[in-house]
């Protein structure tokens, strides 16, 4: 039975109170629906109680707050979860927001990074040592949520997802006890958590492989919608024997506006946003078979790789309505393109888009069952959002969403990378770990049997 923070009595919250050197927050404070907000503005959860974490000791406090008292409660890193799985209704919230810290260690290249940091904060430490950890291509995004599901960007292609780099993670587990994993040491943990989410703990501390990477040459190219299939299907084939320093993401999107050029807003596009890490001497040959497809607009340029990164930030500020859909995909055939052509010949607001990101080059070189992550052989992971500022477009949105998807489906490997999906239902979470869900179930049931870590893509015990 889950029990209410309404339904506890004072002194119960008191003598929690008193455990943290971190905060409470209340839904009778005054910062209560500043605190409840997170990066998806369609997500309207109401907890009882947020514990804004500042170390690992009320990290195992809160863990064992909701573990005696039966509260339901969630952990949020980044908070950019598009289901909103950083919160829960009516339980604890264990905010890591406060578990900030980076040190990089540059006789190992490696990163040690807190459990609540975000991104760009990494990208800002690293970047002076000439050192990048692979991520996501959105600077705000937390790093706890991001690296538990997989880990999908820029630089996957030539180093991996971002949990190929994981080394070792500290964590407090469901029995409030206090654990380092690594290859060494609670292996099957260690398994665990590089792509099977949060279901297994709570990370306080992660530590990152980090690579030479100080600036990239990247940035976007744009055909008119109208040429998504020929464009589609030439990509296809380019992407996958281009040299693994080259990554390229392929969308269907709308300019909504500056900086790009007045005569490209508001129409639609087919777009590649490309990212360099070889010898900038090679770049313009290889690049040549690009500009040969002959795109309306491009925009490519050398910069330092923390500004890839945040790239899109300004376009995709907190606060928007999303909702998302995904799936894995090997092929892109002449169906799948024309599906792609119609709809993205329709995408409902500007900031609505499809994105299929390359899982070739050193991401597929991982076996299908070295990491949770069961789908190392698509050449995929597609993510379709309908985004926009205005709740009254909610409806719209999220129809585009779903027929995109319905009519993509029956194309794709069966599952989704986790990190994209919503509240989709058991099935899509077996289907997403594939031959890798029962032993997931395994460690679930050694770890945390009682499934107090369930507000995420849950594996049950
Ligand atoms: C604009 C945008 C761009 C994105 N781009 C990418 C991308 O390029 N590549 C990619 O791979 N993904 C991308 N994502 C998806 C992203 O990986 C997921 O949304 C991820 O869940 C975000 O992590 P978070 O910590 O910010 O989220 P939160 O909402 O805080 O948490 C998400 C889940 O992770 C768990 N969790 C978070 N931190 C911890 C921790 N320290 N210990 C245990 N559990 C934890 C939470 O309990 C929750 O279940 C993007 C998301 C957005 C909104």
Avoid at 330 to 345: D, I, M, N, W
Avoid at 408 to 428: C, K, T, V, W
Wanted: aromatic share 10%; net charge negative.
């Amino acid at each position: 039975m889950t029990t209410e923070i309404k339904d506890l009595d004072s002194t119960t919250i008191e003598a929690f109170a008193a455990q943290l050197r971190g905060s409470l927050v209340t839904s009778k404070d005054a910062g209560y629906n500043e605190t409840r907000k997170v990066y998806n503005a369609m997500i309207d959860k109401r907890p009882g109680l947020f514990a804004m974490c500042v170390d690992v000791a009320d990290v195992m406090a809160s863990v064992n707050f909701a573990r005696d008292n039966g509260v339901l409660c969630a952990v949020r890193g980044g908070g950019h979860n598009g289901g909103g799985l950083g919160l829960c209704d009516g339980g604890l919230v264990i905010d890591l927001s406060g578990l900030k810290f980076i040190r990089v260690d540059t006789a190992n290249n490696t990163v040690r990074v807190g459990g609540g940091n975000l991104w760009g904060e990494v990208d800002h430490a690293t970047h002076p040592f000439g050192l990048a950890v692979p991520a996501g291509i959105i600077s705000s995004t937390g790093v706890g949520g991001l690296t538990l599901g997989g880990g999908v960007g820029h630089l996957s292609r030539k180093y991996g997802l971002t949990i190929d780099n994981l080394l070792e993670a500290d964590m407090v587990l469901a029995d409030g006890s206090f654990v380092t994993v690594n290859k060494n040491q609670h292996p099957d943990l260690f398994w665990a958590i590089r792509g099977g989410g949060g279901n297994f703990g709570i990370v306080t501390s992660f530590k990152f492989q980090a690579h030479p990477v100080k600036t990239v040459i990247g940035g976007p190219t744009l055909w008119p919608i109208e040429r998504i299939e020929e464009i589609m299907a030439w990509y296809h084939e380019f992407i996958q024997q281009a040299p693994e320093e080259l990554n390229g993401f392929i969308t269907t999107m709308i300019i909504p506006g500056p900086p790009f050029p007045d005569s490209l807003h508001n129409k639609q596009f087919c777009g590649i946003v490309w990212c360099y890490v070889g010898d900038p001497a090679h770049f313009d040959t290889l690049f040549q078979a690009v500009r040969d497809k002959a795109p309306i607009f491009e925009h490519i340029g050398e910069m330092p790789y923390p500004m890839i990164q945040s790239m899109f930030d300004g376009m995709l500020p907190h606060g928007l309505q999303w909702y998302w859909r995904a799936d894995f995909f090997t092929e892109l055939g002449p169906e799948v393109r024309a599906q792609h052509l119609k709809f993205g010949s329709s995408i409902p607001t500007p900031l609505s888009q499809m994105h299929l990101y390359p899982i070739t080059g050193a991401a597929s070189r991982v076996g299908k069952e070295e990491t949770p992550w069961a789908y190392r052989d698509a050449k995929y992971a597609g993510v379709i959002v309908g985004v926009d500022p205005n709740p009254a477009n909610a409806n719209k949105i999220t129809d585009w969403c779903k027929a995109y998807w319905e009519a993509l489906h029956p194309y794709s490997s069966g599952g989704a990378y986790s990190n994209f999906m919503m509240d989709e239902g058991q099935e899509r979470v077996q289907a997403s770990y594939k031959h890798n869900y029962n032993r997931l179930v395994a460690i679930k049931r050694t770890y945390d049997p009682s499934n107090v870590f369930r507000v995420n893509q849950n594996i049950k015990p």
